[in-house]
C-alpha cells in the first residue's frame, strides 16, 4: 500500500485497502475493518469520479472534434460552393465580353459594308455620268462630221461636180 500510495498508482492502492479491510474483518477489528472498507470506498468512488470525468472529457473532446470537423466540411462545401459561382460569374463575364466583341465586329462590318456599298454606288454614279459625257461628245462629233459632210457633199462636191463636166466639155 506504501509503494502504491508512493507512484500513485490508485487501483492498487484501492486493492490493498479491500485487503486490509478483510484482513481486519478476519482478526474480529471491526473498527480497523470499517475504517478500511471506507477508505476503500471513497478510493474507489473517487476512481470512478476521475474514470468517469476522463471519459466525459473524452466524449467532450470528441464531440468538439467531431462538430470541428462538420463545420470545416461545411465550410470547405461553401468555399468550393462559392468557387464554383466565382468560376460560373467568370464565365458569364467572359461570354458578355464575347458577345460585346461580337456585337461591335458585327457593327463595324455592317458600317464597312454600307460604306462600301456607298462607294460603290457613288462609283457608278460617277462612271454613268462619265458615258453620258462621252456620249454627248461622240453624239457633238457625229453631229459635226455629218455638219461636215453635209458642207462638203454639198458645196464641194457640187463644184468638183461642176468642174468635172466643164472639163468634160473642153475639147
Known sequence: ??????????????????????????????????????????????????????????????????????????LSQEVQLKEARLKQRQTEILMLIFLIISIIGTAIFLIYRRNQKQKAALDAEIIRHNREQLKAVIEGQEKERRHIARELHDSVGQRLAAIKLSWQKMP
Open 1 to 74: 500500500m506504501d509503494i502504491a500510495q508512493k507512484i500513485k498508482v490508485l487501483e492498487e492502492e484501492t486493492a490493498a485497502y479491500l485487503i486490509m479491510a478483510k484482513m481486519y474483518a478476519m482478526k474480529g477489528n471491526l473498527d480497523s475493518a470499517f475504517a478500511y472498507t471506507r477508505r476503500y470506498i471513497v478510493l474507489k468512488d473517487s476512481v470512478y469520479e476521475q474514470r468517469l470525468k476522463q471519459q466525459v472529457v473524452e466524449v467532450q473532446v470528441k464531440y468538439e472534434t467531431e462538430k470541428m470537423e462538420r463545420d470545416n466540411q461545411l
